[in-house]
């Protein structure tokens, strides 16, 4: 039997990252959340045949958020400001300049496409291994890489257009 109490503790901060990620919208993703936990919950007898509990419930985190956007017709939005980073060695100046480029790095991220973007936040935001992406969006191990070279080549054009030029 699974160690449901474990399991969600180590989940679900990540889950709600994902899911406020394809949402764009709070409430939805604290929503989207709690149904993925009832679905656990309620095959916790089963989930032992489940050889990765975390890249199960990023798969459910996935479908169910995107079930809904489907239902409502939204567009995702930003996470806003719940990711700002922050490092007590920085002065006000280096923190404020690391936040609005990851500000914008952020808007470059919705220009993406849907692969891609989800892509890139499950890798380069929570940290997941190309197995787990791959098992979490239900596409191969090459596509991921491939996905991922595209956003990142993508990010990084906009940077260098930024950093020559001064504009966003």
């Not at 699974?2 to 406020?20: I, P, Q, S, W």
């Not at 995702?76 to 006000?92: H, Y």
């Not at 919705?110 to 291994?129: C, F, N, S, V």
């Amino acid at each position: 039997m699974m160690n449901f109490e474990k399991l969600a503790t180590n989940v679900k901060d990540k889950l709600y990252r994902f899911a406020l990620r394809i949402t764009g919208d709070v409430a939805e993703a604290e929503d989207v959340v709690q149904e993925v936990f009832i679905k656990v919950w309620n095959k916790r007898d089963d989930m032992q045949e489940v050889n990765n509990p975390e890249a199960y419930c990023m798969t459910l985190t996935r479908n169910l958020s995107l079930d809904k956007i489907k239902s409502k017709h939204r567009q995702t939005a930003e996470i806003g400001e719940a990711l700002q980073l922050t490092d007590s060695e920085s002065t006000p100046y280096t923190t404020l300049e690391k936040n609005d480029a990851l500000t914008q790095i952020r808007k470059w991220m919705q220009e993406l496409p849907e692969k891609q973007r989800l892509t890139m936040h499950l890798r380069d935001i929570e940290g997941m291994a190309y197995d787990e992406i791959a098992e979490s969006l239900d596409i191969s191990m090459a596509q991921v890489k491939v996905n991922l070279h595209r956003a990142r080549q993508f990010i990084r054009e906009k940077m260098l257009a930024t950093e020559r030029f001064g504009i966003a």
